[in-house]
């Protein structure tokens, strides 16, 4: 059973920063492509960034592309989002889910994620 857990969410002045982390639970995080959703009050989840197994291959939603940055540590068993030069509209709280044993290109689409942690609020004042 994989458990994912988000920490290092919380409230920062636009044109801040933050680092949200993803620990993973199990054996299998090196085998297994990982993203990050966010979920803005009153609209539905949506894709931040992917990253494969090994992080050769990243995926970005536009609206962060640039200031956003996915990473992970296999030897942690960690995944990582830096958040740089945030904006009001990056207030959400931030998911982190995983495609267990899925070696390919990472998806970015919810669909392909079967493991989700419970979430972390990011609040970004103006």
């Known amino acids: 059973q994989v458990q994912l857990v988000e920490s290092g969410g919380g409230l920062v002045q636009a044109g801040g920063s933050l680092r949200l982390s993803c620990a993973f639970s199990?054996?299998?995080?090196?085998?297994?492509?990982m993203g990050w959703f966010r979920q803005a009050p009153g609209k539905e989840r949506g894709f931040v960034a992917s990253i494969s197994s090994r992080g050769g291959t990243i995926n970005y939603a536009g609206s962060v592309k640039g200031r956003f940055t996915i990473s992970r540590d296999n030897a942690k068993n960690t995944l990582y989002l830096q958040m740089n030069n945030l904006n009001p509209e990056d207030t959400a709280v931030y998911y982190c889910?995983?495609?267990?044993?899925?070696?390919?290109?990472?998806?970015?689409?919810?669909?392909?994620?079967?493991?989700w942690g419970q979430g972390t609020q990011v609040t970004v004042s103006s």
């Open positions: 199990g054996r299998t995080f090196s085998t297994s492509a």
């Open positions: 889910a995983a495609a267990v044993g899925y070696l390919g290109p990472p998806s970015t689409q919810e669909v392909d994620f079967g493991s």
